[in-house]
């Protein structure tokens, strides 16, 4: 079982717009704007991957309180994979410990650690697999993107693996990347997906799924 917690993402729904293109394919629990999801005890014993499509204290929605983060936490410490999507590096960005274990990190204004903010623009753009050996890029595949945000300017808070990039005016950005947890989890961040557009592309949703195959298969 597979739990997704989502904000509306500033009305677009773009976490439920991707649930409902996956929900044939896993069996997932979805939330939006509701954290108490998080709440429960055990939750390693109740779900194999946790994903999220949020960014904490936005959109309108409180962030998760202390107790969703320190149950969130126990998950990690298990050792369990976990799904980022678009901004979601930023779901517990007020915490220190979260901040230093995602890879590379969408920084929000006022960052409590004095980077400067990470940007979006918004044009088309293609989405690449990155030249690697890592076993993921093979089932990865190229998207050209419709006109939507290009989240750059990402800190890179750990060591990670990147899996896609690409390549704008701006210079060559991460899109995809995996970083192992201090417990010997596997995280992977996923970042286009802000417009429903960007979210429906086959590509992406092949690529989303991709990226859960690998994370709940046993290694």
């Given at each position: 079982?597979?739990?997704?917690?989502?904000?509306?993402?500033?009305?677009?729904?773009?976490?439920?717009?991707?649930?409902?293109?996956?929900?044939?394919?896993?069996?997932?629990?979805?939330?939006?704007?509701?954290?108490?999801?998080?709440?429960?005890?055990?939750?390693?014993?109740?779900?194999?991957?946790?994903?999220?499509?949020?960014?904490?204290?936005?959109?309108?929605?409180p962030a998760p309180d202390p107790v969703a983060e320190h149950l969130v936490k126990e998950y990690l410490q298990v050792g369990k994979p976990m799904f980022l999507l678009h901004g979601s590096s930023a779901a517990?960005?007020?915490?220190?410990?979260?901040?230093?274990?995602?890879?590379?990190?969408?920084?929000?204004?006022?960052?409590?650690?004095?980077?400067?903010?990470?940007?979006?623009?918004?044009?088309?753009?293609?989405?690449?697999?990155?030249?690697?050996?890592?076993?993921?890029?093979?089932?990865?595949?190229?998207?050209?993107?419709?006109?939507?945000?290009?989240?750059?300017?990402?800190?890179?808070?750990?060591?990670?693996?990147?899996?896609?990039?690409?390549?704008?005016?701006?210079?060559?950005?991460?899109?995809?990347?995996?970083?192992?947890?201090?417990?010997?989890?596997?995280?992977?961040?996923?970042?286009?997906?802000?417009?429903?557009?960007?979210?429906?592309?086959?590509?992406?949703?092949?690529?989303?799924?991709?990226?859960?195959?690998?994370?709940?298969?046993?290694?």
């Amino acid at each position: 079982m597979i739990l997704f917690a989502a904000d509306n993402h500033y009305g677009t729904h773009a976490g439920q717009n991707l649930f409902e293109c996956l929900r044939p394919h896993h069996e997932i629990r979805f939330h939006e704007d509701n954290w108490d999801c998080l709440m429960e005890e055990n939750l390693a014993e109740k779900y194999d991957l946790l994903m999220f499509h949020l960014i904490g204290g936005t959109c309108g929605v409180p962030a998760p309180d202390p107790v969703a983060e320190h149950l969130v936490k126990e998950y990690l410490q298990v050792g369990k994979p976990m799904f980022l999507l678009h901004g979601s590096s930023a779901a517990f960005w007020q915490c220190a410990w979260w901040r230093e274990i995602v890879g590379f990190r969408w920084v929000r204004k006022d960052d409590p650690d004095g980077f400067a903010p990470s940007s979006h623009p918004i044009r088309p753009y293609l989405v690449e697999v990155a030249k690697s050996r890592h076993p993921l890029c093979q089932h990865l595949q190229d998207v050209a993107q419709p006109a939507d945000e290009i989240y750059i300017n990402l800190e890179q808070s750990c060591p990670a693996t990147t899996l896609m990039t690409t390549t704008t005016e701006e210079g060559t950005f991460p899109m995809a990347y995996e970083a192992i947890t201090p417990w010997g989890g596997k995280i992977v961040s996923y970042l286009p997906g802000h417009s429903p557009a960007a979210v429906w592309h086959p590509g992406n949703i092949a690529n989303c799924r991709s990226i859960i195959e690998y994370l709940i298969t046993p290694t």
